[in-house]
């Protein structure tokens, strides 16, 4: 029987009040709560979410069943203010959030995630401030936002090609948290559109400091690293962001956070206003971090604990978006291509030819490639009105194809690189994944569900998402949602180590299917 741990309830009492304090407040009217005066006015709104998660499967790595066992027991808080005084509009949002030590929880820092340490308080609770700029014009064309803010290029929802601004953190929910905005690492940033009224477009330029104004963990997606519910298979109970195996080394040549780091994008419309395009370059950190060991120390600056370290270099990317809306078809057509210059690869098929052996015998320990690569998205949006015969829905339905490929130009079988460190799998020249999402309403949209699925065409494996979210009024949102992999039958049985040369992106997320139940209420 999955438990909690006790310890960690008298601290967090704070939540049972806001509880209380909300569900008292959950007759009122609307949504948000305004307020103005002479020159200025403020409004304050935001939401309480819980969240509770199961596994669905028994992951291999800690011994006995955890399957049906609580993976998740988290309390997120995320308020917000926004108004104007004069000229100047601003916006400030926090969010506080604490997780309860379930049983799982602790067994997995038995094992060693976090090295032994406690999950919770060190990977999961979190308290920050989201958002907090200030927003103005300095001309009738020019406007200037300015702080710590969120900016998404491109057009894609799953698998960013130009959304690169920002890192994410995957560390608790993977990738499977529904809204990017909620796991979109915010940065301090200058922001700066220029409106270009004859030619119908604007001239963006953001300037991302380093140093002081941004904390270096703020760069980089964050993954499971330390181990715990969402580390790839088998390991989480392995913690390879330990100081004495591989932490971040954030002041490499090739990816020193305290760099400028920024971004040019001009978007427009065409002549006749029928497609919606831009223009894009960003000189940004690369999204994934790469291996930098001691065997082949990356540009000759190796680790500082002389075995290995996780480095997020710095990249060049160009791209183009394009969206429009086609009366034949009836549907909205995008696109998004990406070409990124020089991304780091780590390689080492074969660990042994680097001199790795015993334990440091990892694939991709032996040093870091770099390869161009040409990221493609195609994506169809479209109102369906025939699932009001089939399934009875109250009016036309959502229904999205996209179309996801990664091309390696000029891969050689010779490069060695790998997909991702650990794994011995070898990138194949195309990687296409293909999603679809269709989603529902009923009874005036208070009743929706929603299906989401996505094929690994190049390596097999995907993944099915059912969920359904039911509506109350202004205030409350239920969401409830199934996290289905299945992978391409070649990964490694429970227990063995993940070192097939077959097993790939969803393999990693082999034996984690997982049941969520989200309560939120909005204020």
Known sequence: MTRLDEKHFGRRTWVALLVGALGAHAGTAS?????????????????????????????????????????????QFQPALEGNVGPVDFRIQARSVREMETGYLEDLEDLG?????????????????????????????TNVRLGRQQVAFGETDFFQALDLIHGFDYTWRSFLVSENEDSRKPLNMLNITQQVTPWQGAFQVLLIPGGDLNRDRDFGTSYGLSGGRWSNQPNKGVDFLNPGV??????????????????????????????NYSFNYLHVHNPDPVFNSVFAPYEGDGPDNGFASLIYPIIDVIGFTASGYSTKADAVFSTEI??????????????????????????????????????????????????????????PSFFSVQIFDDYIVDLEDSDDLVQLVGYSADPKSHSVIATAILGLN?????????????????????F????VQFVWGNHWRLKLEADIFFDDGSTPPPGSPATSDDTTIFGYFDHNDQLMARLTYQF
Request: with cysteine; charged share 25%; net charge negative.
């Open 31 to 75: 949504a948000q709560m305004s307020y103005s005066g002479d020159g200025w006015e403020i409004t304050a709104f935001g939401y309480l979410r819980q969240y509770v998660s199961m596994n669905l499967e028994d992951p291999p790595e800690n011994p006995g069943d955890d399957k049906y066992r609580l993976s998740m027991v988290r309390t």
């Open 113 to 141: 995630a976090n090295s032994g340490d406690d999950l919770v308080e060190d990977i999961y609770d979190n308290d920050e401030i989201r958002e907090a700029y200030i927003d103005f014009d300095l001309t009738n064309t």
């Open 246 to 275: 591989s932490p971040y080394q954030y002041d490499h040549k090739e990816g020193d956070t305290d760099d400028l780091k920024g971004a040019i994008r001009w978007t427009g419309l065409t002549p006749g206003g029928g497609i």
């Open 338 to 395: 990406a070409y990124a210059m020089d991304k780091p690869f780590n390689v080492g098929q074969d660990p042994s030819v680097c001199g790795a052996t015993g334990q440091a015998a990892i694939a991709g320990i032996c040093g870091v490639d770099e390869k161009d690569v040409v990221s493609l998205m195609i994506r169809m949006d479209k109102q369906v009105d025939w699932t009001q015969t089939v399934f009875k829905t109250s009016r």
């Open 442 to 462: 009923y009874k005036n949209d208070t009743i929706n569900p929603q299906l989401a699925g996505g094929y690994d065409v190049s390596y097999g494996g995907g």
């Open 464 to 467: 099915v998402i059912p969920s």
